[in-house]
């Protein structure tokens, strides 16, 4: 960098990637926990299976990020579907199967699998 008007530039462009992520309220995060509980049950499948399915789907509206511990450590591997405008829905005990799954019956066509989520694993 030779001048502050560079820096500037570079600022101005970073800020400008930040606001249109921030912006978009269209898209559908799927968080899951990679905490040391969810990893030793078996986050790291889960995640990477969550990835391809989203990628072999080419769902340009869906993100798939990781989190700490989300605090239900006996029901990991969790992961947390949040949709705009929607309520937040919880997977537990959950598997790579069971991932692709949730793809194409929730993501995709817009079921919750009901079975696999927190509200029915407590009762």
Known sequence: MKSIEELM???DAAKAKMTARDDSTEITRIVVGMATCGIAAGAR???NSFVEEIAKRN???VTV???GCIGMCQYE???EVLEPGKEKVTYVNM???KAAKVVVDHIVNGNPVTEYTV???AK
């Open 77 to 79: 591997p969790i992961v």
């Open 45 to 47: 499948p889960v995640m």
């Open 59 to 61: 769902l340009s509206n």
């Open 9 to 11: 530039a570079l600022r």
């Open 65 to 67: 990020a990781q989190t």
């Open 95 to 97: 598997t790579a199967e």
């Open 119 to 121: 509200g029915a694993v």
